[in-house]
């Protein structure tokens, strides 16, 4: 089974992966769908409810009203996290298969990853758990305590904490999931149309990006400044620009520049430099590297070109024009009485 982070599907933007979901997965989180449905969740069961991306390594639990485990908080909730936890949550959330995975941590709590698909992908996982499915004991905590190493300034409230877990048997919990499960296809139904979205965005930025070059072609045009013009980082921005107009942002800026010179070039008779400088370039050497770069000859010869190539078809146009006169008043061409 192909995860977000290990494919690029036609049915995705096409974004860095890691963007990618990221955009979709909190553009998931936000909707209206899924906040009803964490809230009904975590006040029924007790338990939090997160959506992640594929690969997260922790289930949102942090505060008091999420539900869960406060045991579970208290050995994450400082700088240094649970490395068993770490473990057990880097297992669960790489899962590649479809449906339900629940997997046991090292203290017994029981968590549990409902992949959401999209298009055959798992662009996210419903996270939940944090519970035991037996009453857990101080013997229990004890063995715990041991594996952990403990820490005496925090033992007893940390024992407080395993024995207040809540307790979900395996029946009911196997409910839940399924439940969770047909939820995690209404999110996938969601995440279709959010990707649509997020393609016709893609679409709109680089449209943005073109008009802001076009209204300020005459100015010294820096890429932070067109990033920051379509709200993207410079890098992502340039990796899309390619994609979508097949040219550099800066190819582009200079195509630009050099089409509008060739229309000056043609229909004005400004000098050379002062075009360069009216579309933009900074030197008269520059525009000429470039223009030459481009049209493979100097401006100096492209208008004198062009005023050739007008002088020859306007006197094709005359002697066209000529020999319609001289054959029209022929006497054959005359129509008899």
Known sequence: MKTLTESSLHTLPKMTQEKTSNSLIGRLRNSELFRSYREIFQNLMGLPLDLRPV?????????????????????????????????????????????????????????????????????????TGHVFHDKPTSNDFAEVLRTMGGDAERDSKLERAYLETPVIGKEKYRAMTTLLAAFSLQLGELAGQIVLELRHEKSDCIACAKDYIDE???????????????????????????????MTLTEYVTDRRIKM????????SLRVADIAFEVGFQSLSQFNRCFHKITRITPTEYRRSDSESQSLQGKKVM??????????????????S
């Open 216 to 246: 300020n072609i005459q100015e010294t045009i820096l890429l932070d400044e067109v990033a920051g013009e379509v709200h993207m980082s410079r890098y992502y921005l340039c990796r899309k620009f390619k994609e979508a107009t097949g």
């Open 55 to 127: 690969g997260s390594q922790r289930l949102e639990s942090i505060s008091d009203d999420a539900g869960g485990s406060s045991f579970c908080r208290m050995l994450n909730g400082g700088a240094d996290r649970c490395r068993q936890c770490s473990e057990t949550q880097c297992g669960l959330s790489s899962n590649e298969g479809r449906g339900v995975r629940s997997i046991r941590c090292f203290a017994g709590l029981t968590e549990t990853a409902v992949s959401v698909m999209h298009g055959g992908v798992v662009v996210g996982q419903l996270m």
């Open 261 to 268: 010179a060739k229309d000056m070039l043609a229909n004005s």
């Open 319 to 336: 002697h066209g024009s000529r020999n319609y006169r001289a054959e029209s008043f022929r006497p054959s061409n005359l129509i008899a």
